[in-house]
């Protein structure tokens, strides 16, 4: 078993944008590895990637990282609700929100999927580099 600890970013990524790289990058700047949970959602109009599709695009865009053994990417097998724990051991609870530069805070999956439906090309410029491909061909087939 590896002995690194990772530090878990759960989430939809209904589409993998800089946001998300940005907080990522943080840790593994740091030296700090990186796993990526991915929760397991039924498509809609909100999660239009199924967690597979999330995945594939995942590891294009850290394809080093994940070569390197500082990113892993996992699908849940159920949706979390929350986190919890009994006491301080184990894990600890970090918040970044105060941490995160606001150019970064407005950056949205929402506003991204809305720009793409619409034609608009605005949305290239939030995305994870190499996730672009995907996100055309989902929306524009």
Same mark, same amino acid.
């Given at each position: 078993?590896?002995?690194?600890?990772?530090?878990?970013?759960?989430g939809?990524?209904?589409?993998?944008?800089?946001?998300?790289?940005?907080?990522?990058?943080?840790?593994?700047?740091?030296?700090?590895?990186?796993?990526?949970?991915?929760?397991?959602?039924?498509?809609?109009?909100?999660?239009?990637?199924?967690? $597979?599709?999330?995945?594939?695009?995942?590891?294009? =865009? +850290?394809?080093?990282?994940?070569? *390197? #053994?500082? @990113?892993?990417t996992?699908?849940?097998?159920?949706?979390? $609700?929350?986190?919890n724990?009994?006491?301080?051991? =184990? +894990?600890?609870?970090?918040?970044? *929100? #105060?941490? @995160?530069?606001?150019?970064?805070?407005?950056?949205?999956?929402?506003?991204?999927?809305?720009?793409?439906?619409?034609?608009?090309?605005?949305?290239?410029?939030?995305?994870?580099?190499?996730v672009?491909?995907?996100?055309?061909?989902?929306?524009?087939?």
């Amino acid at each position: 078993m590896d002995s690194k600890r990772f530090h878990a970013y759960p989430g939809r990524w209904q589409s993998p944008h800089k946001g998300h790289r940005y907080i990522i990058d943080q840790n593994l700047a740091a030296g700090k590895p990186v796993l990526i949970l991915i929760r397991p959602m039924e498509t809609d109009e909100r999660n239009p990637f199924t967690p $597979q599709e999330v995945e594939i695009m995942l590891r294009v =865009a +850290f394809a080093k990282e994940i070569a *390197e #053994g500082m @990113v892993e990417t996992q699908i849940l097998k159920v949706d979390v $609700q929350d986190f919890n724990r009994g006491r301080g051991a =184990a +894990f600890n609870f970090v918040e970044l *929100e #105060g941490q @995160v530069p606001d150019h970064v805070k407005r950056i949205s999956a929402t506003e991204i999927r809305r720009q793409i439906r619409a034609g608009e090309d605005g949305w290239r410029d939030m995305v994870m580099d190499g996730v672009e491909e995907y996100l055309e061909a989902k929306f524009n087939g």
